[in-house]
């Protein structure tokens, strides 16, 4: 019935001896007592509304416990228990000590996180205004530098030039990390090519390694996407912690970058994994929780002799956080650690991937750009299609370099001195066949050049790699000259002289005799095949070929066995025959061995007809005949 039954004498206090308050009264009028007698405090609520509060709350089944405050300020926590027959149970608890502490508390962290915003804003104000001079004293000591100065002159600006940009990275680290503190910190993300941004932090810290003998590695999932839309800058910041530390706690080794990720169905987000593993010094397991605290180092006798602030793993740890991602660190001492971060990225890709395949004829391409950077990743994505790329700098280059063993082009456009463009119009001179893809930071302008013809298709620059695979895909075979072009220098030459030129080839196999005779079937030489080094050295000297072709693995006596000892009768007066090896390896150290053995080319199986006939005309003397039969039209 919502009366009272019995009241302690603490619960009866609050009403400060009011006759009323005893056995029998309601509920109702408890509530209407504390309002009209003012012993409540109800603060912005009208009596009425509070009242109606408190009876609804009474009246549920399992009321919650509510806070009351009274005239004099102090606080009363209501928990009043229901039981079963209906009674209830009511306990009021002063709380008021606690509620003050709170407030007080909360106070107090108030005031700490403004006066830590002052003091974020106060250091980035600072790191601001000092970095602009330095960057003047940096910039000059630059200048100075490239003055006559005597060798002590000279090591003193290095000095100046050195501790300024030491002290440069010092005041950026605090700025950022105070930047994130204040709140001042905004993400601007943009389309950006991760794969690339990874690259260029490598070859950023690729002399530090290298001066250490440490590998870098980049394992960028094949299968992933590489433009994504992100911070590039602030990824790139974290990066280069993440493998600046990595290079400077290895000494022996290696660090390997690893990126996979994952795309859920329908969803255009990434989830990325990327992980930096180094094999150093580790991190003790009692220290690894710490170590994204700022200025949290790891101090002990091995790790003193490092420099650092401190703030670059809590920087990063900020920047992924605001980015929405986590990041991690596994280690053990001694061994290596392993830094890694996760974060949901949206993909700035078009479409569902379908597979492209390459055509046949396509096995070697030329890259062409004045930019490291960009030969290393365009030369490891074209080698990761399968296909053979060879880098060059510069127009001048690709055209020394140019021979039919290429099968495309891809050339930068903005090149010092000879740009893309012309460089497409001399190639088409050379050979007309090559197709040519341009990789263009201005399409559009590229577009506008007459040369613009010549080109085969245009990407922009940086260019993801899907796009890149489907420019390759789309070089059909057809669109290609049936017909291997043949170096012009082979037609061209008078045909006045009466003997042919002379091809020994040594080759044990049978059918590669064969395969070899009918590429050659239709040029004017005379050729002759060893089955074994032997038999070569022999030949060799009966037949005194102008070129010999030598295959590595033969029987009895191997290929670079065989050229030495050519060598060694060379070298008693006879002319030097140029010795082109063949071999079924490409294996990296085989060429110093063979080179060494004295042999002038390589070539690898499998054998192309352009690479041979390219070399036999190469080195076909004076006196020989045109190794293309006057009665044959030269293929255009
Ligand atoms: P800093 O490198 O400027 O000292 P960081 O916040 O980047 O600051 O790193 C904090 C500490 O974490 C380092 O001083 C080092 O003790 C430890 N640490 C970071 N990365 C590695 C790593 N790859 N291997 C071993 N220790 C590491």
Same mark, same amino acid.
């Given at each position: 019935d919502s009366l009272m039954i019995a009241a302690n004498k603490s619960y009866l206090a609050v009403f400060d001896g009011l006759e009323e308050i005893r056995p029998g009264v309601s509920y109702v009028r408890i509530l209407q007592l504390l309002t009209e007698e003012g012993i409540v405090d109800t603060g912005d609520s009208p009596p009425a509304d509070w009242r109606a509060m408190m009876t609804g709350r009474w009246q549920s089944p399992s009321p919650d416990p509510t806070v009351i405050r009274l005239w004099n300020g102090q606080y009363i926590k209501l928990i009043d228990q229901?039981?079963?027959?209906?009674?209830?149970?009511?306990?009021?608890?002063?709380?008021?000590? *606690?509620?003050?502490?709170?407030?007080?508390?909360?106070?107090?962290?108030?005031?700490?996180?403004?006066?830590?915003? %002052?003091?974020? *804003?106060?250091?980035a104000n600072m790191s601001h205004e000092i970095r602009t001079p330095m960057n003047g004293v940096v910039g000059m000591a630059e200048l100075l530098r490239d003055t006559t100065l005597d060798?002590?002159?000279?090591?003193?600006?290095?000095?100046?030039?050195?501790?300024?940009?030491?002290?440069?990275?010092?005041?950026?680290d605090v700025l950022d990390y105070s930047k994130i503190e204040a709140e001042k910190l905004v993400l601007h993300p943009e389309p950006f090519d991760l794969e690339r941004c990874i690259h260029e932090v490598v070859l950023l810290l690729q002399p530090v390694a290298r001066d250490k003998s440490?590998?870098?590695?980049?394992?960028?999932?094949?299968?992933?996407? *590489?433009?994504?839309?992100?911070?590039?800058?602030?990824?790139?910041?974290?990066?280069?912690?993440?493998?600046?530390?990595?290079?400077?706690?290895?000494?022996?080794?290696?660090?390997?970058?690893?990126?996979?990720?994952?795309?859920?169905?329908?969803?255009?987000?990434?989830?990325?994994?990327? *992980?930096?593993?180094?094999?150093?010094?580790?991190i003790a397991a009692e220290k690894v929780e710490h170590i994204f605290g700022e200025f949290n180092q790891v101090e002990d006798e091995r790790n003193r002799q490092f420099e650092g602030t401190g703030l670059g793993l809590a920087i990063s740890e900020k920047l992924i956080k605001l980015m929405g991602g986590t990041i991690w660190v596994d280690s053990e001492e001694g061994v290596g650690s392993c830094f890694g971060f996760r974060l949901a990225l949206e993909t700035d890709d078009t479409g569902p991937e379908e597979p492209l395949g390459l055509p046949e004829?396509?096995?070697?391409?030329?890259?062409?750009?004045?930019?490291?950077?960009?030969?290393?990743?365009?030369?490891?994505?074209?080698?990761?299609?399968?296909?053979?790329?060879?880098?060059?700098?510069?127009?001048?280059?690709?055209?020394?370099?140019?021979?039919?063993s290429f099968d495309a082009i891809v050339t930068d456009h903005n090149m010092p001195g000879m740009d893309g463009l012309e460089l497409a119009r001399l190639l088409k001179e050379r050979?007309?066949?090559?197709?040519?893809?341009?990789?263009?930071?201005?399409?559009? %302008?590229?577009?506008?050049?007459?040369?613009?013809?010549?080109?085969?298709?245009?990407?922009?620059?940086?260019?993801?790699?899907?796009?890149?695979?489907?420019?390759?895909?789309?070089?059909?075979?057809?669109?290609?000259?049936?017909?291997?072009?043949?170096?012009?220098?082979?037609?061209?030459?008078?045909?006045?002289?009466?003997?042919?030129?002379?091809?020994?080839?040594?080759?044990?196999?049978?059918?590669?005799?064969?395969?070899?005779?009918?590429?050659?079937?239709?040029?004017?030489?005379?050729?002759?095949?060893?089955?074994?080094?032997?038999? %070569?050295?022999?030949?060799?000297?009966?037949?005194?070929?102008?070129?010999?072709?030598?295959?590595?693995?033969?029987?009895?006596?191997?290929?670079?066995?065989?050229?030495?000892?050519?060598?060694?009768?060379?070298?008693?007066?006879?002319?030097?025959?140029?010795?082109?090896?063949?071999?079924?390896?490409?294996?990296?150290?085989?060429?110093?061995?063979?080179?060494?053995?004295?042999l002038d080319h390589y070539l690898t199986k499998p054998l192309r007809k352009v690479e041979i006939i390219s070399m036999i005309a190469k080195y076909r003397p004076d006196d020989a005949r045109a190794i293309i039969p006057e009665n044959v039209q030269a293929p255009a």
């Amino acid at each position: 019935d919502s009366l009272m039954i019995a009241a302690n004498k603490s619960y009866l206090a609050v009403f400060d001896g009011l006759e009323e308050i005893r056995p029998g009264v309601s509920y109702v009028r408890i509530l209407q007592l504390l309002t009209e007698e003012g012993i409540v405090d109800t603060g912005d609520s009208p009596p009425a509304d509070w009242r109606a509060m408190m009876t609804g709350r009474w009246q549920s089944p399992s009321p919650d416990p509510t806070v009351i405050r009274l005239w004099n300020g102090q606080y009363i926590k209501l928990i009043d228990q229901r039981g079963h027959g209906g009674d209830v149970v009511s306990l009021a608890l002063n709380i008021t000590e *606690t509620v003050r502490y709170e407030k007080e508390l909360k106070k107090a962290r108030e005031r700490a996180e403004a006066a830590n915003r %002052a003091k974020s *804003t106060f250091l980035a104000n600072m790191s601001h205004e000092i970095r602009t001079p330095m960057n003047g004293v940096v910039g000059m000591a630059e200048l100075l530098r490239d003055t006559t100065l005597d060798e002590e002159q000279k090591l003193y600006v290095d000095t100046i030039k050195n501790s300024g940009e030491a002290l440069l990275v010092i005041i950026n680290d605090v700025l950022d990390y105070s930047k994130i503190e204040a709140e001042k910190l905004v993400l601007h993300p943009e389309p950006f090519d991760l794969e690339r941004c990874i690259h260029e932090v490598v070859l950023l810290l690729q002399p530090v390694a290298r001066d250490k003998s440490i590998e870098m590695v980049v394992e960028y999932d094949l299968f992933l996407p *590489t433009v994504f839309v992100g911070d590039p800058g602030r990824i790139r910041q974290v990066l280069t912690n993440l493998l600046g530390n990595a290079v400077k706690f290895t000494s022996r080794g290696h660090v390997l970058v690893r990126v996979v990720g994952m795309q859920h169905e329908g969803s255009t987000e990434t989830q990325l994994h990327i *992980t930096v593993e180094d094999t150093g010094i580790g991190i003790a397991a009692e220290k690894v929780e710490h170590i994204f605290g700022e200025f949290n180092q790891v101090e002990d006798e091995r790790n003193r002799q490092f420099e650092g602030t401190g703030l670059g793993l809590a920087i990063s740890e900020k920047l992924i956080k605001l980015m929405g991602g986590t990041i991690w660190v596994d280690s053990e001492e001694g061994v290596g650690s392993c830094f890694g971060f996760r974060l949901a990225l949206e993909t700035d890709d078009t479409g569902p991937e379908e597979p492209l395949g390459l055509p046949e004829h396509l096995k070697k391409i030329m890259v062409v750009d004045d930019l490291e950077v960009n030969r290393l990743i365009m030369g490891k994505q074209i080698e990761a299609f399968g296909l053979k790329v060879h880098c060059v700098e510069n127009g001048p280059q690709a055209l020394e370099m140019l021979d039919d063993s290429f099968d495309a082009i891809v050339t930068d456009h903005n090149m010092p001195g000879m740009d893309g463009l012309e460089l497409a119009r001399l190639l088409k001179e050379r050979r007309d066949d090559l197709p040519i893809i341009l990789a263009s930071s201005d399409p559009g %302008a590229a577009e506008q050049d007459p040369a613009f013809a010549l080109i085969r298709g245009v990407m922009p620059k940086p260019t993801p790699r899907r796009m890149l695979l489907r420019h390759l895909a789309a070089l059909e075979a057809e669109q290609r000259p049936q017909v291997d072009r043949l170096p012009s220098a082979v037609a061209s030459t008078p045909s006045a002289q009466s003997r042919p030129m002379r091809i020994l080839a040594a080759e044990d196999n049978k059918t590669n005799q064969l395969v070899f005779e009918k590429m050659l079937k239709s040029l004017d030489i005379d050729l002759k095949f060893a089955g074994n080094g032997i038999e %070569a050295i022999e030949l060799y000297q009966k037949f005194a070929p102008d070129l010999i072709f030598m295959d590595i693995s033969m029987p009895q006596m191997d290929g670079k066995e065989a050229s030495e000892r050519i060598r060694v009768i060379e070298g008693q007066g006879i002319s030097r025959v140029p010795i082109v090896a063949l071999t079924a390896h490409a294996m990296d150290g085989d060429r110093e061995g063979i080179l060494a053995a004295g042999l002038d080319h390589y070539l690898t199986k499998p054998l192309r007809k352009v690479e041979i006939i390219s070399m036999i005309a190469k080195y076909r003397p004076d006196d020989a005949r045109a190794i293309i039969p006057e009665n044959v039209q030269a293929p255009a």
